[in-house]
């Protein structure tokens, strides 16, 4: 009987008995920081002008290309990396290898689209064979790092087609081997100087050969072009 008595009660009829001390707050104010609503205004750049945010990333390009001149351990090219440095330098090695003639097949000079797609795919490749071994560097990142590496032998590229202006002899020759090669090196360096760390101690070995492939291919392209007749 008295368990039939206790389940016959409300269940909250001990609330009743229960009461609030006027000491305890019950009412409170749920509002959110005007700093943080600002910080987030200050970053937002849905509003900003066009022309600032094409500023900002030219600005960015040119620091890249900076650090690529001077290569050191800095973590720049892999914190804020994008493909628009690669593109650019991509394309202009492309048109500048392809003279801008119609008939650059015919005399043995590589095609706009040859040179884009080795680029683009030696770096593709680059990056697949740094994951698989353990590397911590992301797939753009590792992108970004090999496509700014390309400046050295674009800026090579120029001075070869400024002394092909001179003609095509001996002298001509070795001053573009020279400008070729240190180019070369250079990029490679620069490369690595940014992946070595991100890869495996015992593994870095791996890495940077097919990386010297790459720049060496590029390098090639370079030395071995000549202008039409």
């Known amino acids: 009987m008295a368990e039939v008595e ?3 009660k409300p269940l909250f009829a001990g609330l009743s008995d229960i009461s609030i001390s006027e000491d305890i707050p019950v009412e409170g104010d749920i509002s959110v920081p005007v700093s943080s609503q600002n910080a987030d205004n200050d970053l937002s750049t849905l509003d900003e002008p066009v022309k600032d945010t094409i500023l900002r990333d030219l600005r960015a390009v040119g620091q890249k290309f900076v650090h690529v001149m001077y290569p050191k351990k800095s973590s720049a090219l892999l914190r804020d990396w994008d493909l628009w440095g690669p593109l650019l ?13 119609a008939d650059s097949e015919e005399d043995g000079r590589p095609q706009f689209a040859e040179v884009f797609v080795i ?28 496509g700014y590496c390309i400046l050295p032998l674009t ?15 001996g002298v001509s020759f070795a001053v ?14 620069a490369s690595t100087a940014f992946l070595a760390d991100s890869q495996p101690a015992n593994r ?15 390098g090639w392209m370079i030395l071995t072009f000549s202008t039409s007749q």
Do not use: D, H
Not at 119 to 144: A, E, H, M, R
Not at 176 to 189: K, M, N, P, Y
């Open 6 to 8: 206790e389940s016959s």
């Open 89 to 101: 330098l991509c394309v202009t090695l492309a048109l500048m290898l392809q003279g801008g003639s």
């Open 204 to 218: 870095k070995a791996l890495v940077v050969y097919p990386v010297f492939l790459f720049y060496f291919v590029i």
């Open 176 to 189: 573009r081997l020279v400008v070729v090669t240190a180019s070369f090196g250079w990029s490679t360096f």
């Open 155 to 169: 800026v090579a590229m120029i001075v070869c087609r400024i002394v092909l202006l001179g003609g095509t002899g």
């Open 119 to 146: 680029i683009w795919f030696g770096s593709v490749i680059i990056t697949l064979n740094s994951k698989l071994l353990g590397g911590t560097i992301s797939f753009f990142q590792s992108l970004c790092v090999l």
